[in-house]
């Protein structure tokens, strides 16, 4: 049992608020991923669950257990580094073995487990090298295998494929994806990259400045961002906003034309849809083409909708050009409205 | 793992050491050179000090010393480095054998000087092997206060221009190549871009070299002892004088708050002269 | 114009000849000096003292026997070993976890503490042998190897504590993190991980202390009588001392201090590149 409750962790560094009174609770055996642009204050939660920086105020359970005055080799975690700290003075073997060595496991049993990580890893002909010898992917499996070696309750990744070329990330990416899955360890992994968030995650928690915006799985956080920002921060091409007129018994006008959107007593939201979206080529609302970006599979097209950039995508066969008009058609499901806070608000 | 106390349990011996046998003791110099054994304030060692026929010589030749010596090592130093930032074989090997002075004492290197300045020594050896004089010269003697000048000189530039040399080189190795290349792109010759990349971007290490060496310049002691006895008479040699041999105190005391003040006074005058805005640095 | 050469004093063929001349000559200007000085140190008494000088040496070891036999040259060379090897101890475990926490550590008083040892620069410190000849007396330190120690451990401890800094700073602290997460206290960590990593570094520095001590003449003269080190030792006879005896005891001096400077080669420009700041 290793479920993670973060209760209200604040830290401050000097002057600088990196949280504001974060809570978040991590399942048994789930993988959350925390997600956030840069500086928003990932790393800052992760290392105060690993107990390598202390929180100002606020609480952090692993299991059943208070752990937020304990040393980190008192917390059942291990931790993977976004450089890999793997150790430059041992070799592989004996940088997996750490861990094992450091809770008096006997040799024949550190033999073993070594080398049946190191085989999950696919490194078991690389243990005899330091880790000068090794290449960044290499180096990367190393300083997983490390932490898994010690069959920890929790396990905390931060970046751990930043440092890889696109090429090798999407496999470890897969890899990894497995390798956990099958270790059943609850794990928080940091990332700013959101495919990698959509695609390996349980559950994920978008960070804005401190805060936790939004925690919930990948097709929730797509489909219905909690805040604007989340909607904006996740997606590519990134969701459109328009500016939203109130007329009354829930019908807004959006871009010259009218939507029904939710019943509420302000004088304008935010009209938001994904590019992916539009139905291009009907519907009443106009926008003139400004950039065309060919991408192969579609192309992305930039219209400018009442003055407001607006991204949508067709298809790799349309003959479309700058300057053009396009209709479009929002597909009404799929529209989301914010308010003036940046919240969603239910229709 | 943030111990609040454990910084500052790692820095207390080193502060306890400096606190009890740095700063303290520098006030106790002050207060020994104002105060007498009975413990009346006074100027009297000061006075002392300065009417003593060898204060003006030594404070002289010291002065002398410093502005001869160091002006021609931060020169030397510098072509050196630049010599060696331009090698492409050889280079840890030649710089290797420039920096073996810096394992080498003042004393040692005054007894190496000693060697070939002596009246049996080599230089005396060549010139008249080679019929230039007749009979050996005295080079050390009391009355060739200009030779013992030289000799010391040569023995320190010799000896200490490796330390220079030293923080130069790794000065210089701080300055990303790319300067040199942009300079290069817009034109700038072999001259310009020492003048307006190096050494700005040096100026740095130029200050570091600077103080360390006029402070070590202040102190020159052993080598002139060496090659001159007393002849040449420098600050550091009458603070060993009246500490050691006349068993002085108070004086010597004095001796030394005047070396201390005139180290501190230049030290300022250098930081403010090379000062470098923190933005503009490397 | 050429853009090939990347050379700062140009490329004709004479810019080059001068080149290798310069450093031809500057090579012989540094080891001319130290040659004389052992070939002297390897002639009999008696070549020292003729005229005309040979330059190369007759490999006597007289002039050494007679140094190494004089009274006194025996307890000044083992003095100095002492006091050179006492001020390495104590500049480097002094020094050392001060490098460690200035490297490690944002607290407050940082900036005072290096301000404390950078002011160490701008003062003339073998000055310090005169109150400390005061103070030792009170203490019963006067003319003992460990006071002397005590002094030039002044003159090392900047060193150590900016060069360890270096050390330590140059380490990732993800290493010592990764060793906690992995179950390690501090102190473990610290004993497995980073010492050593640092260890190569902490031995250059600890020569480099020994070399400072070694060399010291000024607070060695002015503060041991009894105890002479082997540089108090020769300047005090600089006067009355024959000459073979001077530079065998020259040579003595020299040498073990090239064979320090040899070894820490490879840390001296990254040791000065950091204490420049
Ligand atoms: N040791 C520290 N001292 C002072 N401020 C810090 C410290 N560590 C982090 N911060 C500040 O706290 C905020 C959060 O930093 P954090 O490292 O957690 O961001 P992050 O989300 O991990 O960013 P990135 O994606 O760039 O790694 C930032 O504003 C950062 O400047
Ligand atoms: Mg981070």
Not at chain 1, 168 to 186: C, D, G, H, P, W
Not at chain 2, 190 to 199: E, I, S
Not at chain 3, 79 to 104: E, K
Request: charged letters at 15%.
């Amino acid at each position: 049992m290793a479920e993670i409750k973060i209760q209200e962790v604040a830290k401050q560094f000097g002057k600088t608020h990196a949280l504001h009174s974060v809570d978040l609770r991590i399942e048994d055996k789930e993988f959350l991923v925390l997600l956030g642009a840069s500086g928003c204050g990932k790393t800052t939660l992760l290392r105060i669950v690993a107990g390598l920086e202390t929180a100002t105020t606020g609480e952090v359970w692993i299991g059943d257990r208070r752990v937020d005055h304990l040393a980190p080799k008192d917390r059942g975690i291990a931790m993977v580094f976004q450089n890999y700290a793997v150790f430059p003075h041992m070799t592989v073997f004996e940088n997996i073995a750490f861990g094992l060595r450091m809770k008096k496991v006997h040799n024949a049993e550190i033999d073993k487990r070594v080398k049946r990580t190191a085989e999950l890893m696919h490194i078991e002909n690389l243990l005899a090298r330091y880790s000068g010898q090794l290449s960044g992917g290499q180096r990367q499996r190393v300083a997983v295998a490390r932490a898994l070696a010690t069959e920890p309750d929790v396990i905390l990744m931060d970046e751990p494929l930043s440092n890889l070329d696109a090429l090798l990330r999407m496999e470890m990416r897969t890899e990894l994806k497995s390798i956990l899955a099958q270790s059943q360890t609850t794990t928080i992994y940091v990332t700013h990259d959101q495919v990698e968030a959509m695609s390996m995650a349980d559950r994920i928690a978008i960070m804005h400045q401190g805060h936790i915006v939004q925690a919930t799985s990948p097709v929730e956080v797509y489909r219905n961002p909690a805040t604007r920002f989340v909607g904006s921060f996740i997606g590519n091409p990134p969701m459109n906003f328009l500016p939203a007129k109130n007329l009354g018994n829930g019908v807004f006008e959006v871009g010259g034309t009218r939507f029904k959107g939710p019943d509420v007593n302000v004088d304008s939201l935010e009209f938001a849809i994904r590019p992916e979206d539009i139905v291009v080529g009907q519907g009443e609302m106009q926008g003139r083409i400004r950039v065309v970006e060919p991408l192969g599979s579609h192309i992305q097209a930039s219209c400018e909708v009442n003055g407001t950039l607006f991204r949508v995508v067709v298809d790799s066969n349309s003959v479309i050009k700058t300057g053009d008009m396009l209709a479009l058609e929002p597909t009404a499901d799929r529209i989301r409205w914010f308010d003036a806070d940046g919240k969603l608000v239910p229709v | 793992m943030h111990n609040r106390a454990l910084p500052y349990l790692l820095l207390l011996p080193a502060t306890v050491f400096l606190v009890a046998f740095f700063l303290y003791p520098f006030v106790m110099v002050a207060y020994q050179a104002f105060t007498t054994d009975e413990g009346i304030l006074t100027t009297q060692y000061f006075t002392k000090m300065t009417s003593h026929w060898k204060f003006k010589p030594a404070l002289n030749y010291t002065l002398l010393l410093a502005f001869t010596v160091v002006p021609i090592q931060i020169a030397l130093a510098l072509y050196m480095a630049t010599l060696v930032s331009n090698m492409k074989r050889g280079r840890d090997l030649i710089l290797y054998v420039w920096t073996i002075p810096l394992g080498i004492s003042d004393l040692a290197a005054g007894l190496i000087w000693l060697a070939i300045f002596d009246q049996t020594g080599f230089l005396n050896s060549i010139l008249v092997g080679m019929g230039l004089q007749e009979q050996p010269s005295l080079f050390l003697g009391y009355q060739n206060k200009g030779t013992i000048f030289l000799a010391v000189v040569l023995a320190e530039v010799w000896r200490a221009t490796a330390i220079v040399l030293v923080i130069l080189v790794a000065g210089i190795g701080l300055i990303p190549k790319e300067y040199y290349e942009a300079a290069q792109v817009f034109g700038a010759g072999g001259w310009q871009r020492f003048t307006k990349v190096t050494l700005p971007l040096l100026k740095p290490s130029l200050q570091t070299a600077l103080i360390l060496r006029v402070i070590l310049a202040f102190e020159v002691f052993a080598v002139v002892v060496a090659l001159g006895g007393t002849n040449l008479p420098v600050l550091m040699g009458e603070v060993y004088q009246r500490q050691f041999v006349l068993q002085d105190n108070h004086v010597a005391a004095a001796f030394a708050l005047l070396i201390l003040f005139i180290s501190i006074a230049f030290t300022l005058l250098i930081m403010w002269v090379l000062r470098t805005p923190r933005e503009a640095r490397l | 114009m050429s853009t090939a050469s990347t050379s700062v004093i140009g490329q004709s063929r004479v810019a080059k000849w001068a080149v290798t001349a310069s450093v031809v000559f500057l090579c012989l200007w540094v080891l001319v000096p130290i040659y004389l000085l052992v070939a002297n140190t390897f002639s009999s008494p008696a070549e020292v003292n003729g005229f005309p000088k040979r330059f190369w040496p007759s490999f006597d070891t007289e002039s050494i026997e007679f140094f190494l036999n004089f009274h006194g040259v025996g307890s000044a060379l083992w003095n100095s070993l002492l006091v050179a090897s006492l001020t390495m101890i104590l500049s480097i475990s002094v020094g050392a976890p001060a490098g460690y926490a200035l490297s490690r550590f944002e607290f407050r008083g940082k900036g005072t503490f290096r301000v404390l040892v950078l002011m160490t620069r701008a003062f003339p410190l073998p000055l310090l042998a005169l109150p400390m000849a005061v103070m030792f007396i009170k203490v019963g330190l006067d003319d003992t190897v460990l006071g002397l120690a005590i002094v030039h451990t002044t003159l090392a401890l900047p060193f150590a504590v900016l060069i360890t800094y270096s050390l330590f700073s140059g380490i990732p602290v993800e290493l010592e993190e990764a060793a906690w997460t992995l179950g390690c206290s501090r102190f473990q960590a610290f004993i497995k991980v980073i010492f050593p990593l640092v260890l190569p570094g902490i031995a250059a520095s600890a020569i480099f202390a020994f070399v400072v001590s070694w060399n010291e003449v000024f607070a060695a003269a002015v503060l041991t009588i009894e105890h002479r080190t082997l540089p108090a030792f020769l300047l005090q006879s600089l006067d009355d001392a024959p000459l073979h005896l001077k530079f065998a005891g020259g040579a003595v001096l020299v040498i073990p201090a090239l064979v320090f400077i040899f070894m820490v080669r490879k840390y001296l420009f990254a040791m000065w590149g950091i204490a420049n700041r």
